[in-house]
């Protein structure tokens, strides 16, 4: 009688597992041709009677490393049994797979199971691998200063913004003083219209896009 596959009666059957495992004990620490084994499938597939039975009863190492050199921590999507891994049975979370990343980090750059990778990451101190909230001003930095132009978004006050002003013409004197009254000054969007305002004053452009007259100083 041909013997069921244990991985795949892993996946929905686990008490059968058990059942074979009593009858053929030397089956417990077997891999297949990727290194998968059944510490794998139980992590996997969160059984975490058969995950305990195959430690503690049949002695195999809760560190076993598939092709990827990845444990079954790695594989896990329930935080029981991450629990059940790092504090019962001493699964090394530190280790490091052959792409060099940790448990925590795969798990966190695949999305597959963040309440996993948030636990983890308290586990082992480590900041997130991938921001976990990107704005839009990251993916959208406003456009940098012309050379040697400088902006402090954090201190400009109302007299630095209208330092100079007497030099340029009276639309964009008119607008800097508006952006300097409101209550929002200081906040990322002003600060970027004052940016701009100032950028187009120096590169002698009117507010409507037009170029000025501007004349050449002749030492």
């Given at each position: 009688?041909?013997?069921?596959?244990?991985?795949?009666?892993?996946?929905?059957?686990?008490?059968?597992?058990?059942?074979?495992?009593?009858?053929?004990?030397?089956?417990?620490?077997?891999?297949?041709?990727?290194?998968?084994?059944?510490?794998?499938?139980?992590?996997?597939?969160?059984?975490?009677?058969?995950?305990?039975?195959?430690?503690?009863?049949?002695?195999?190492?809760?560190?076993?490393?598939?092709?990827?050199?990845?444990?079954?921590?790695?594989?896990?999507?329930?935080?029981?049994?991450?629990?059940?891994?790092?504090?019962?049975?001493?699964?090394?979370?530190?280790?490091?797979?052959?792409?060099?990343?940790?448990?925590?980090?795969?798990?966190e750059s695949e999305?597959?199971?963040?309440?996993?990778?948030?636990?983890?990451?308290?586990?082992?101190?480590?900041?997130?691998?991938?921001?976990?909230?990107?704005?839009?001003?990251?993916?959208?930095?406003?456009?940098?200063?012309?050379?040697?132009?400088?902006?402090?978004?954090g201190t400009m006050?109302?007299?630095?913004?209208?330092?100079?002003?007497?030099?340029?013409?009276?639309?964009f004197k008119r607008?800097?003083?508006?952006?300097?009254?409101?209550?929002?000054?200081?906040?990322?969007?002003?600060?970027?219209?004052?940016?701009?305002?100032?950028?187009?004053?120096?590169?002698?452009?009117?507010?409507?896009?037009?170029?000025?007259?501007?004349?050449?100083?002749?030492?």
């Amino acid at each position: 009688m041909t013997q069921p596959n244990p991985y795949i009666l892993a996946a929905d059957n686990p008490s059968a597992v058990l059942t074979l495992l009593h009858s053929n004990p030397s089956i417990a620490s077997n891999q297949d041709d990727h290194g998968y084994s059944l510490l794998h499938a139980a992590a996997s597939y969160n059984h975490v009677d058969l995950l305990r039975a195959l430690v503690k009863e049949f002695n195999v190492d809760v560190n076993l490393l598939d092709e990827d050199g990845e444990t079954c921590l790695f594989v896990t999507e329930s935080v029981d049994i991450a629990k059940c891994l790092v504090e019962e049975l001493g699964v090394d979370y530190n280790i490091k797979n052959y792409e060099g990343l940790m448990a925590q980090e795969t798990i966190e750059s695949e999305g597959s199971a963040p309440e996993v990778a948030a636990y983890l990451r308290q586990v082992t101190g480590n900041a997130p691998s991938v921001p976990t909230d990107q704005s839009t001003d990251a993916l959208n930095p406003p456009p940098p200063l012309p050379p040697n132009i400088k902006v402090n978004l954090g201190t400009m006050s109302e007299q630095e913004a209208n330092a100079g002003a007497e030099d340029v013409d009276p639309e964009f004197k008119r607008r800097i003083d508006e952006l300097a009254a409101r209550e929002d000054f200081h906040s990322e969007d002003t600060q970027n219209q004052l940016r701009q305002l100032i950028s187009d004053a120096i590169r002698g452009s009117t507010v409507d896009g037009q170029d000025r007259d501007v004349r050449r100083r002749i030492d």
